[in-house]
């Protein structure tokens, strides 16, 4: 933010390329570059027009206060801008601000990958899914199971396979993500990220909020439509291929498809904010589906603490009383599905992760102790450097994220985040 006597009735500014688009009665504005998006009123975006055509404050504010009768705080809208990073030069003065963060794969550009928002793309992957769906089910070999993950006698390769296997595809999920949005023109940015306890790799699509709607569900549900491709491209041959004992093609195929198959389910855990919940909260029209769910249980949770106490007095005041009436019944309906699944998720964490983490712990410093063989020395190192490290890394992303969340009040939509997927042999 400038000091604030710098800014002068005759000042100009010269915006960056920003983008925006109407959404309801507001006006999503923002940079592709950085990602940063804000939701404005009508009166701000036309404020934001007038300071980019080049525009004195003082005859923005005249035009405002001429069109709605009221006075606006043009000054305190500028700083904003300012703390937005919309501002390039200042009086003609550069402004410095931050330089945008580097996105995945920078030489990847929109026309490399305009395909993929093609309108023919989902109805030639839904027959592509019934095709291998009905080759399945009508073949001659048994439906998919469990055995067919243990495709080799050996269970190192199988166990190793199936690891290196897992990390591909959920590497190609990003990727899906990704290059839907960089066809829509986001830059968009692979890296992880904490959902709760687990750490999980996900794409950053902040900046899709200013496409179109068909473009952003395509960027949001693309990961999964690259899980079905996977899938249903190993079961088609698979299917047709005779029966074989354990090594074989087919049951290779089929356990690929069963891994790639295995990663969707996850994606329905919309309390951790995974693809399905991006496209919950863009049908749904909510800003922050997850944030005003989470205030909102607060909120329940406090006023059933007043009541407990019998405090006398208002209870709390409830946080969804200022949002629309339809995105207020989808807020309080998520809440309740966000309240459990964290106690579920809470539960599993106490209950068998963190179990299972200290009886690795314990065993891996034994195996560290006096007198055990090199390859039980080498077994615990090994344990110890891969929890340590994943715990690490947690709170690093973790840490990161809470910088970056604080750094921005002035953002009120989530960053959408989807395709988030924890590393797999870690859960």
Known sequence: ???????????????????????????????????????????????????????????????????????????????????????????????????????????????HVRWVLSPALPPLLAALTAAAAAAVLLGPRPLPGYRDLLWSPHGSLVLGSALLVSWLLVLLHEAGHLAAARAAGVPARIGFGTRLHLLVLQTDLSGIELAPRRHRLTAYLAGIGVNLTVAATALLPAALLPADPAGGPARALTALALLSLLQIPFQAMVFLRTDLYFVLQDLAHCRD???????????????????????????????????????????????????????????????????????????????????????????????????????????????????????????????????????????
């Open 289 to 427: 589906l997850h944030g005003d769910g989470a205030a909102y249980a607060r909120h329940l949770a406090g006023r059933t603490a007043h009541r407990l106490r019998r405090r006398t007095g208002p209870s709390p005041a409830d946080p969804s009383r200022g949002l629309p009436a339809g995105e207020r019944r989808v807020v309080r309906a998520y809440s309740a599905v966000l309240a459990l699944g964290c106690v579920l998720a809470l539960a599993g964490l106490l209950g068998v992760t963190l179990p299972a983490d200290l009886a690795l712990l314990a065993h891996a410093a034994a195996g560290l102790g006096p007198g055990r063989p090199l390859t039980t020395r080498l077994d615990a190192v090994v344990v110890l450097l891969v929890l340590g490290g994943t715990q690490v890394l947690w709170l690093l992303t973790r840490r990161r994220e809470r910088r970056r969340s604080r750094g921005n009040p002035a953002r009120r939509r989530s960053r959408p985040r989807p395709g988030s997927q924890p590393p797999p042999g870690r859960t």
């Open 1 to 111: 933010m400038p000091p604030a006597t710098t800014l002068t009735p005759g000042s100009t500014l010269r915006l960056h390329r920003l983008t925006t688009r109407q959404d309801g009665d507001e006006w999503l504005v923002g940079r592709l570059d950085t990602g940063e998006v804000v939701a404005l009123p009508a009166t701000g975006e036309k404020a934001l027009r007038l300071l980019g055509q080049g525009r004195t404050l003082a005859e923005t504010e005249r035009a405002l206060t001429a069109g709605t009768g009221r006075r606006p705080d043009l000054t305190g809208f500028v700083h904003t801008l300012f703390d937005l990073g919309f501002v390039r030069e200042l009086d003609g003065r550069p402004v410095r601000t931050p330089a945008p963060p580097r996105p995945t794969l920078p030489r990847l550009r929109p026309r």
